[in-house]
């Protein structure tokens, strides 16, 4: 696939490094950028094409490959650009998939601007990506499950996939896998998809134990994931009454908004303007103005009541030491939004409960559209190391390797594990004999993604053979 990436900065290096080192493709990426110092810092260490320019100029569009380009990702830092750049592609080359990074919230609160199906003359933009919004909805779905590590839709939010840790007095802590059904009620499905201990995989089949410590991903539908949640917790868990909120930045804002009218919510951000204005905005939310590293300002304003602290600043630095202090002075749990690979390494298991990146989490929503095949929704997981995945079963008995089969009988990769399958909007958790049709949504988990070129060609169908080759 031909992939152009407008824009040199954290998130285009990121899908950059992503699409280089996907085992499911092989990709022919050309990035564009101003900075001569990033473009020559993403070629020394990733095989890919540098275009030196502005992006949204025709010219330097056209050195770059778009009349060869199977898709353009316009991820600058500017909104103009990036509508810009998609237009000329739309109307140069007519360019098959335009994705386009969007911040600015009086373009996203006008989604007909860029829905051609409500009108011809739309921007022709195939995909809006806006960071901030992907990780307040990231968070919010957090907060929703206490003690969650991660949770992920699939199948348009029919079965969700969800990380717990387990803990020392957990109801289901010390059960084996297949005892675990025998302690939820008899309407509740769900199926462990991965356990991960201390680092180390452990395929989840029916005799292993839970421990102490296990990072458990398991899939359910919505309505029963609290009760499962429940269970890993040492005793049953509120949700977060009490929030406090380090950066009153887009995230920040917008946390605050979902947000204010079911919990008390406590905003802390250094830019007394900044601070002043949504102020004006925000009708339950207590805005204060300092420094969310300040111990003092945090003592004032009752740390130690505060059931969860999330760090949503523009710098990592920030978000850190406001977290780990936080944590220091007592709050249960705490959140900080971090993007350098680095930072995210150095701080895993330690003080800060939940790390999450905006480019991961962007480029995760993207993840798909580079994938061969039927693939719906794919996620990286474990910093990289897994992926879940949505597929869609497609072709006939006579061409499918998997249509009337029953997933005992299927010749599957190592290192995966079939959660669910989702047929006419119905959940079907995954046993021996459940057999599989054409246009079955299959949400799979690999511990091992090397394995991705493997999964995708089982699910592609076979040509039909002529009578005469």
Partial sequence: MNIIILGAGQLGSSLAELLVNDNDNDND????????????????????????????????LIQAGLEYADMLIAATQNDETNICACQIAHILFKTTTKIARVRGS???????????????????????????????????????????????????????????????????????????????????????????????????????????GDEVFFIAEPRDVHLIVEEFRREKQKKARNIMIAGGGHIGFNLAKNLENNHQ????????????????????????????????????????????????TNRDEANIISAMLAKKLGVRRVIALVNNQSYLELIHLNSIDIAISADRITTNNLLHYMRQGDTV??????????????????????????????????????????????????????????????????????TDRARIDEITQLFMPEEPRSWFS
């Fill in 106 to 212: 009086g373009y996203l609160q006008h989604p007909e601007l860029f829905n051609r199906e409500y009108s011809t003359d739309a921007i022709p933009i195939d995909v809006l990506i806006s960071p901030e919004g992907l990780v307040t909805d990231y968070i919010l779905q957090l907060i929703s499950y206490p003690g969650s590590l991660q949770v992920i839709d699939f199948a348009e939010g029919k079965v969700r996939l969800v990380a717990m840790r387990a803990h020392n007095g957990g109801p289901l802590v010390g059960k084996k896998i297949a005892e675990l059904k025998h302690h939820l009620p008899n309407r509740v499905g769900f199926r462990i998809v991965a356990i991960y201990r201390q680092d180390e995989v452990v395929m989840p089949t029916g005799d292993v134990t839970i421990r102490v």
């Fill in 377 to 446: 929704r794919a996620f990286t997981l474990r910093r990289g190391a897994a992926e879940a995945m949505e597929i869609i079963v497609h072709g006939s008995e006579n061409s499918s390797k998997l249509i009337g089969k029953t997933l005992i009988e299927i010749d599957w990769p190592k290192d995966i594990t079939i959660g669910c399958i989702v047929r006419d909007n119905k959940v079907l958790f995954a046993h021996r004999g459940l057999v599989v049709e054409a246009e079955d949504h299959v949400v799979l988990f690999l």
């Fill in 265 to 312: 919510v406590k905003i802390i951000d250094h830019n007394i303007g900044r601070a002043r204005e949504i102020a004006e905005v925000l009708e339950k939310a207590i805005i204060i103005h300092g420094d969310v590293a300040d111990k003092d300002l945090l003592l004032e304003e009752n740390i130690d009541e505060i059931d969860l602290f999330v760090a949503v």
């Fill in 29 to 60: 990426i050309t990035i564009v950028d101003l900075d001569n110092a990033s473009l020559q810092r993403l070629q020394d260490r990733l095989d890919i094409n540098t275009v030196h320019g502005h992006a949204s100029h025709p010219d330097v």
